[in-house]
């Protein structure tokens, strides 16, 4: 059982940076590949970014644009995404994610395919 908590959000300005994290309780938080995913209002929850439980590869959305990084350190049970160059664009609730399957197996940018979410951060951009 994996436990998620999100902080870090909040209001920035467009072009500006927020590092989000989320911290894990619970057991074998280095056995689960992490994602981050977003919500804006009215649309669907989609990927943002997803690292596997080794830290070893990253994937990204398109949508990010080299802009965000994501991160993790085991020993801490602590899941991070840095994100820069921000643009009211990206304004939504942030979720951290963990999936038990591996990495390399099923579609990792899909939300079905995690079984466990925190209750999410609010990111707002102004312009």
């Known amino acids: 059982q994996v436990q998620l908590v999100e902080s870090g959000g909040g209001l920035a300005q467009a072009g500006g940076s927020l590092r989000l994290s989320c911290a894990s309780s619970g057991r074998n938080f280095n056995n689960y590949a992490m994602g981050w995913f977003r919500q804006a209002p009215g649309k669907e929850r989609e990927v943002v970014a997803v690292i596997p439980s080794s830290g070893a590869t990253t994937y990204y959305a398109y949508l990010v644009n080299g802009l965000s990084t994501i991160s993790r350190d085991n020993a801490k049970n602590k899941l991070n995404l840095q994100m820069n160059g921000q643009n009211p664009e990206e304004t939504a609730v942030y979720y951290c994610?963990?999936?038990?399957?591996?990495?390399?197996?099923?579609?990792?940018?899909?939300?079905?395919?995690?079984?466990?979410w925190g209750q999410g951060t609010q990111v707002t951009v102004s312009s």
């Open positions: 994610a963990a999936r038990s399957r591996p990495y390399s197996s099923g579609n990792i940018s899909s939300p079905a395919s995690y079984g466990y």
